[in-house]
C-alpha cells in the first residue's frame, strides 16, 4: 500500500493574465481572463493536509497582473508564516514590483524571486520585448533589497538555444543564481493551444545545446552541485539517456490553476478542483491514487521539470 505523506510543496498560478506575449507559451491568448479566489486559498491553507513545513510559491501569468497580490500575500503569511518562498515574475513590471518587495519588509528574508528571460543577444524575439528590462530591474532589486534571493531562469528553445553560454556569463558576472531549464508544451498549463514547432529541437540544436550544457556543468560542480544535478539530468532528458525514475511529485506537491483545477503534475489529469472540494477530499480521491500508483509501479521520465524544482 502506498503510503501518502502530506503536502509539503504548493505551486500556485494566481492569474492567467500576461502582459508579454511569449511564442512558447499562449496563456496570454487565453480569452477568459481568470485569477486565483482568496477564498479559496485561504481553504487549502487551513487545510490539515498540509505538511507543517510547506512551501508556498506564486507564479502566472504575470503575478504582478494579479490585483490581489497584497492581500493573497498577508493571508500566507498570517495563516502560514514564513511559508512563502518564491515568486516567478516576467520582471517587467518594475513599480509594482519595488512596491510590493518594499511591503514585505521582514519577511523578505524568506522569499525567492524568480525573473525570467530569454536571452542577452538578438535572440529575444520570442518573448515580444526587450530582456534587459527583466535584466536590469533584477540588478537594481538585488541592489536594493540586499535581504531578498533574486534568481534568474533562462528557458531554452529553438530560437534562444545559441544564448546559453552568454547568458549563463551574465549571470555569473552579475552574482545571480541562474536556472536553466528546456522549453516544455504542458498542455494543462501554458500550452493549452499552441502549436508544437517551438518544442521541437533538430540534432545540430541538441548537440549544440548538450555540448553549452556540458561546459557549464563542469563549471557548476564547484559552485552549486544541486544545480549540476540538474544540468546532467537535462543533457541525459536531451540524449535519450533519461530513464524513468521515481518522482516524489504526486505524492508531496500540488499545482493550483487560477480556475480552481489542482495537479499532482502538469503532465496528468487534474486530481480535482478546490472550487468543489476540499483539499483533504481531493488529495485521497481516487485520480489522486491512480496518479500515485502509476508513478510507483513504472516511474516516470516525461519531463525533467520535476528534478530541477526547488524554492531554496
Not at 481568470?34 to 507564479?59: G, Q
Not at 539530468?233 to 490553476?257: D, H, Q, W, Y
Not at 489529469?269 to 483533504?280: A, P, Q, S, Y
Request: aromatic share 10%; charged share 25%.
Amino acid at each position: 500500500m502506498i503510503m501518502i505523506n502530506k503536502i509539503k510543496y504548493i505551486n500556485i498560478s494566481i492569474t492567467n493574465r500576461c502582459n508579454l506575449s511569449c511564442e512558447y507559451c499562449d496563456i496570454w491568448q487565453e480569452k477568459h481572463k481568470k485569477d486565483i479566489r482568496l477564498d479559496n486559498v485561504r481553504k487549502m491553507l487551513e487545510s490539515s493536509i498540509l505538511d507543517d513545513n510547506t512551501d508556498i510559491a506564486l507564479t502566472g501569468g504575470e503575478p504582478f497582473l494579479y490585483k490581489n497580490l497584497a492581500l493573497l500575500t498577508e493571508l500566507i503569511l498570517k495563516t502560514r508564516p514564513g511559508s512563502l518562498k518564491a515568486i516567478t515574475t516576467n520582471g517587467t513590471l518594475g513599480e509594482a514590483m519595488l512596491d510590493f518587495l518594499a511591503g514585505l519588509k521582514k519577511h523578505r528574508k524568506h522569499l525567492s524571486l524568480c525573473i525570467s528571460f530569454d536571452g542577452v543577444t538578438k535572440h529575444y524575439k520570442q518573448r515580444g520585448n526587450s530582456p534587459f528590462v527583466a535584466l536590469n530591474k533584477a540588478v537594481s532589486i538585488k541592489d536594493e533589497f540586499s535581504d531578498i534571493k533574486v534568481k534568474l531562469k533562462f528557458t531554452v528553445t529553438p530560437i534562444n538555444y545559441k544564448d546559453i553560454i552568454p547568458a549563463y556569463n551574465f549571470a555569473k558576472l552579475n552574482n545571480f543564481r541562474l536556472k536553466i531549464k528546456l522549453v516544455e508544451n504542458a498542455k494543462n498549463y501554458t500550452n493549452a493551444i499552441f502549436n508544437n514547432s517551438i518544442f521541437k529541437f533538430s540534432k545540430e540544436m541538441r548537440n549544440s545545446i548538450i555540448n553549452d550544457l556540458s561546459l557549464i556543468y563542469v563549471d557548476l560542480l564547484e559552485l552549486d552541485r544541486k544545480d549540476a544535478y540538474f544540468i546532467k539530468k537535462t543533457i541525459e532528458f536531451l540524449s535519450g539517456k533519461k530513464k524513468p525514475e521515481a518522482c516524489s511529485a504526486p505524492f508531496n506537491r500540488i499545482f493550483v490553476m487560477p480556475n480552481g483545477k489542482i495537479y499532482s503534475c502538469i503532465y496528468s489529469d487534474h486530481i480535482g478542483n478546490i472550487n468543489d472540494k476540499c483539499l483533504e477530499d481531493i488529495w485521497h480521491s481516487k485520480k489522486a491514487e491512480l496518479i500515485r500508483n502509476k508513478v510507483e509501479k513504472y516511474g516516470c521520465n516525461r519531463c525533467v521539470s520535476y528534478h530541477g524544482f526547488s524554492l531554496d
